[in-house]
């Protein structure tokens, strides 16, 4: 059994009501009941999210210790939170990135992940099930 942070940052609260054309119908408790239901037998998934990037970093330090791994979708945060990049290096947890649409797709801005040379992978573009990919990653990052 693994212990994981399922971590979702600015705006994600809003999923299944903003821009539905780029981020899906399914709402954040959707997609958490999705992951609850596909891993939750075997792994225990804990959920967050805040639009406070400091809450965010404060919620990844108190990781440490308890959580094997982070998933974090941490939306436009991912392109200038070096303080983010800074609280994943620093608590050592292997950590998937992860995001609804293809960010190398969209607006220049968001092709740049500062996060990502932290991270042990980045999976984007696949809607909700992004999320799914991410936990599959780490788990087997994990027991390598």
């Known amino acids: 059994m693994s212990n994981i942070a399922i971590i979702h940052g600015p705006n994600l609260n809003l999923l299944g009501t ?5 981020y899906g ?13 596909r891993f939750g037998d075997e792994h225990e998934l804990r ?15 108190d990781l ?5 791994g ?11 939170s070096y303080a983010l990049r800074d609280a994943i290096a620093g608590v050592a947890l292997p950590t998937v990135e992860v995001h609804l ?3 190398h797709a969209r607006e ?15 999976i984007s573009g696949f809607g909700w099930y ?5 936990v599959e990653a780490l788990l087997d990052f994990l027991t390598r």
Do not use: K
């Not at 982070?70 to 200038?80: D, E, M, S, W």
């Not at 992004?130 to 991410?134: A, C, E, I, N, W």
């Open 70 to 80: 982070i998933v974090i979708n941490p939306g436009a945060f991912t392109h200038y």
């Open 130 to 134: 992004s999320y799914v990919l991410g």
């Open 47 to 61: 959920f967050f999210q805040n639009n406070w990037e400091g809450a965010l970093i404060d919620y990844i330090h």
């Open 64 to 68: 440490r210790g308890w959580m094997d």
């Open 101 to 103: 649409s293809n960010i």
């Open 18 to 22: 903003r821009e539905p054309e780029v």
């Open 25 to 37: 119908s399914n709402t954040l408790a959707d997609i958490e009941i999705a992951l609850t239901d």
């Open 108 to 122: 220049p801005f968001r092709r740049t992940s500062v996060l990502a040379p932290v991270c042990v992978g980045q």
